[in-house]
């Protein structure tokens, strides 16, 4: 069985989706796209040399009984009318993050879901398919480094655009955090507080950057998250989970060592698409087959996505106040505690 996805949004990742579903990856396979940049999607059918109809808009690609997927790739403001849309009309749906801007877009999506009373809906939180994170999680949940009792993580990218702003640095970058670490230890988030250290100069006007994030467990794990955007040398994912009877960290990137000058060096990567390459195949090609094999996606769940969004709103209010902000979830629905998420 092939799973005939309909993509919305023929941007950056929207593309490299396609490219990795077309030319990668095996039982997927790109019918229709469309974007509000209609030049855009005309653009990828040629590039990707598709056999798909560009459609004007996300209603008419989800009415086109062909797609059975939609690969959600637009903007974020934009991704939670067309997610809604498309699992009321009974499709799967692979978002990319965020789920909804808001708890509540979030909370409209979960409860659409459950109405058609199966699940349909993967949020891209691509780290719980990294090898690095899943070994990591196979540390912990194997009791190897006893309970977990902090971790030290940092996301640093080498620059950012003039229009990314201090909350962005929530929304779009530590969300990722976010995500991952509540799902390495099994826990939910209690609260956050955030720190502003100096700012670096080549930071702009809109933007304090460095940020560090102190956030707190319901079993009082604390976790100082570190978002840096203008670091500068590279980018840069570290996380390090210390336990009672030893600590666990991610591998760095591989690469050759060199000697030269005097100097023994190894490189760093400078961009997140490469970094996480092998994860977002990973991530879809799960998709592909937990859905062709059982009927269902097995990745972030539509609750993650609702969890994601309550954190993020309590990390921007913690950036707004400089208070320790509580992070208050409803209670998780039982249909979405079915079974354990798998990952590889
Ligand atoms: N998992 C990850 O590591 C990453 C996730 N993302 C997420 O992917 C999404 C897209 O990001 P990029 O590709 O970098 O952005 P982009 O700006 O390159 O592409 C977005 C595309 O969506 C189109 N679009 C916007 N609203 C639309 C709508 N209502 N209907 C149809 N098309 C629409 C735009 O015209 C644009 O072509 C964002 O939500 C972003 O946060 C982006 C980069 C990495
Ligand atoms: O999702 C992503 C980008 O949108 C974001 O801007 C980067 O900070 C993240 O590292 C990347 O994974």
Request: proline share 3%; charged share 25%; hydrophobic share 40%.
């Amino acid at each position: 069985m092939t799973l005939r996805f309909g993509v919305v949004g023929t941007g950056a990742i929207g593309r490299e989706h396609i490219d990795r579903i077309t030319n990668k990856l095996s039982g997927g396979k790109i019918v229709a796209v469309t974007d509000v940049n209609q030049e855009s999607a005309k653009q990828t059918v040629e590039i990707y040399q598709l056999d798909a109809v560009v459609y004007p808009d996300d209603k008419a690609l989800i009415a086109d009984e062909n797609v059975d997927v939609v690969l959600v790739t637009s903007w974020g403001p934009a991704h939670e009318a067309t997610v809604v849309a498309a699992v009321e009309a009974g499709k799967y749906v692979f978002c990319e993050k965020p789920l909804a801007t808001t708890a509540e877009g979030c909370m409209r999506i979960v409860e659409a879901e459950m109405k058609q009373g199966k699940k349909l809906v993967q949020v891209g939180f691509m780290r719980r398919y990294d090898s690095g994170y899943v070994q990591l999680k196979q540390v912990i949940d194997n009791n190897e480094i006893g309970a977990p009792l902090m971790i030290r993580a940092a996301h640093r990218n080498p620059i950012v655009g003039e229009n990314y702003t201090t909350d962005m640095a929530v929304t779009d970058t530590l969300i990722h955090e976010i995500d991952a670490l509540h799902w390495l230890v099994n826990d939910d988030y209690k609260s956050v507080q955030v720190v502003f250290p100096r700012k670096t100069k080549y930071s702009h006007d809109k933007l304090q950057d460095p940020q560090l994030f102190t956030i707190e467990t319901n079993s009082g794990i604390v976790m100082s998250v570190e978002v840096f955007v203008n670091c500068k040398y590279g980018y840069d994912i570290q996380c390090e989970v210390i336990g009672e009877e030893g600590i666990v960290k991610l591998p760095e990137f591989s690469s050759v060592v060199m000697r030269k000058d005097e100097k023994l060096s190894t490189g760093i990567l400078n961009d997140w698409k490469y970094r996480f390459m092998d994860a977002y195949n990973v991530e879809i090609q799960d998709f592909i087959d937990s859905i062709t094999k059982k009927g269902e996606p097995e990745g972030p769940t539509s609750w993650d996505g609702y969890i994601a969004a309550v954190t993020s709103d309590a990390c921007v209010k913690a950036q707004q106040t400089g208070e320790k902000e509580a992070i208050t979830l409803q209670e998780r629905p039982a249909f979405y505690n079915e079974k354990e998420l798998q990952t590889v």
